[in-house]
């Protein structure tokens, strides 16, 4: 029942997320006007506001001028949904869940702003890096520095990784990385970037294969960052551990820094 509870507090969170998400890199007020139809400007009534299930009611389609509504708002809506019922069950029921909760609010505005403009805006990033920076003042990470290690640490090589590519990786994606390495340390954030970088890879060859993308289609890296940091974040240990005894050993990677 409390899980329930909580995919609906998700499906609502994530319904404002996708609006954050569009709004602020446009430098639109995210409280005024209310949702809107982006094609007929038509305002949304409260029962057509209803996450998912107005979306299936409506059958994808505005009601005045019947133009589709883009897939990503219910896919926004759901992905919050399961996040905030998965955190609580992998991280249980302490301190910590605040940070999850908070870290994967932020993957998925970032994410969503990335695939629609392919920025990652920072009006999004530093109010995060902000709260998350407070979090760890009191509930910080053991030892306490591996967040400055792992922020300070994940920002330079991915900063390094920027100018190697010239500039493929963006400074959103550098910047976005201080913060996740701000809340979840060294190691894990190595395992973040890794992940992410195989997660992109992956959907790069596929789509080539496929032929859905060509050589020069900018693909937006960020929702890839924000899988790579999730399942990072919360089954970390156990592929670290899996890892160990390997040349991708990241116990012995953390050990030359810390
Ligand atoms: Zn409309």
Redesign the pocket.
């Known amino acids: 029942m409390l899980l329930l509870l909580l995919f609906i507090v998700g499906l609502v969170f994530g319904s404002f997320y996708h609006l954050i998400a569009l709004r602020v890199p446009k430098g639109e007020s995210i409280l005024f006007p209310g949702s809107?139809?982006?094609?007929?400007?038509?305002r949304l009534k409260s029962h057509e506001l209803i996450p998912l299930f107005s979306f299936a009611m409506q059958q994808g389609k505005?009601?005045?001028?019947?133009?589709s509504i883009p897939l990503t708002s219910p896919a926004a809506e759901l992905s919050t949904g399961i996040l905030f019922v998965i955190s609580p069950l992998i991280v249980g029921w302490k301190p910590e869940l605040f940070l999850a909760l908070t870290l994967a609010s932020m993957l998925i505005i970032i994410s969503f702003s990335d695939l629609e403009y392919m920025i990652i805006p920072n009006k999004i990033l530093i109010p995060f890096f902000l709260l998350i920076f407070f979090f760890r003042i009191f509930v910080p990470l053991t030892p306490w520095w591996n967040s400055l290690t792992g922020s300070v640490f994940c920002f330079a090589l991915l900063y390094i990784i920027n100018l190697a590519s010239n500039g493929k990786i963006g400074m959103g994606d550098v910047k976005l990385f201080a913060v996740i390495g701000l809340a979840t340390g060294l190691k894990t954030t190595l395992l973040s970037f890794y992940l992410s970088a195989l997660f992109g890879s992956v959907f790069a060859v596929l789509g080539l294969l496929s032929g859905s993308l060509n050589k020069k289609t900018a693909v937006p890296f960020a929702p890839f960052i924000a899988l790579g940091t999730l399942v990072s974040y919360f089954w970390g240990e156990s592929i670290i551990t899996l890892y160990e005894g390997t040349l991708f050993n990241i116990n012995q990677i953390e050990g030359m820094f810390l």
């Not at 505005?62 to 133009?67: A, E, G, M, N, V």
Request: hydrophobic share 10%.
């Open positions: 809107h139809c982006p094609e007929c400007g038509h505005c009601r005045h001028c019947f133009s």
